[in-house]
């Protein structure tokens, strides 16, 4: 069993969510369960399934919980896409955070890659 809290992503993906979660008090109150609820959900999801994977036994079974982690990263920066679209933010903030995504998105991409060469 893996000790989450010393893995740099993790720490890094729980900033990510205190980020999101300011950026959240942006959008309009009209959008409290749809994309507010959606970008809470998926960034929390991040961090939340690099700890879960941390409790599995087998290297393959933390791949597993690495990859949904990635997919939320995805959502997460096609919510932010959404966000900017529709003028809910600047594309400044939406650059900013994405950058802090993608960066995320390589670091767990390459764990995973690493994790994969282990079993």
């Not at 990859?67 to 679209?85: D, K, N, Y």
Request: hydrophobic share 40%.
């Amino acid at each position: 069993m893996r000790n989450f809290r010393e893995l740099g992503i993790w720490k890094d993906a729980v900033a990510l969510v205190k980020e999101v979660y300011e950026l959240i008090k942006q959008l309009p109150e009209s959008e409290k369960f749809g994309l507010k609820s959606q970008m809470s959900r998926c960034a929390v999801s991040i961090p939340a399934n690099i700890a879960e994977g941390c409790a599995k036994d087998s290297q393959k079974d933390f791949v597993r919980f690495l990859q949904i982690s990635l997919g939320s990263a995805f959502e997460l920066e096609t919510h932010l896409i959404i966000c900017r679209e529709l003028s809910f933010i600047s594309e400044g903030d939406e650059l900013l955070l994405t950058e802090k995504i993608n960066q995320l998105q390589k670091r767990i991409n390459a764990l995973m890659k690493y994790s994969k060469s282990k079993y």
